[in-house]
């Protein structure tokens, strides 16, 4: 865990945040980009908060230029229900660069894109998504880890105690065994 970042988002989510997602991201040179389009990384959610509810914290593996495809975003449009209008994007949009091995911070409703990529190499990025618990994991990562030894810290930022049961009945052994520690 990166002690900056964590530091971090325990100050815009300081009560309580899971990783809620992490994937690579291939920019590749002189292709159409997947992500090249304007987005937020809480699809659907139109809505705002006056505190992030998500932040994404994107780590650049390769530096980020405008000529690779460094990221773009509106700023301020986190604030903002409504996607805003092209011609606003045009006139406010802002490129930001940044050296390899840094991270890009911003609330998960900014909306952004990555650039065109003009060079002549790939650029790689790790997305990671930091929620409030509240907002369901994109896989359950907390079982993908099961096996390891982890601090409590780590349990908790990957999402222990809070996987849904896959059944019924894992369902009702839970609340069973909850009803009895809780009278312990």
Known sequence: MNPALMGLLRKVMPSY?????SNGLINNAKQ????????RDLPYQHFTSDRPLAVNALFCVDEFTQENGGTRVVPGSHLQVAFPSDRYVQQHEEVIEAPRGSFL???AMTYHSGGANR???????IN?????PMMRQQISIARELADFE???EERQLFGFGLEEPLSVEDFLEARIRKTKSASM
């Open 128 to 132: 990671h998504v930091f929620t409030i």
């Open 32 to 39: 159409e980009y997947s992500q090249a389009r304007y987005h």
């Open 119 to 125: 060079s002549d190499r790939a650029r790689r990025a």
């Open 17 to 21: 945040f899971i990783l809620n997602q």
């Open 150 to 152: 982890l601090t409590a």
């Open 105 to 107: 911070v911003l609330d």
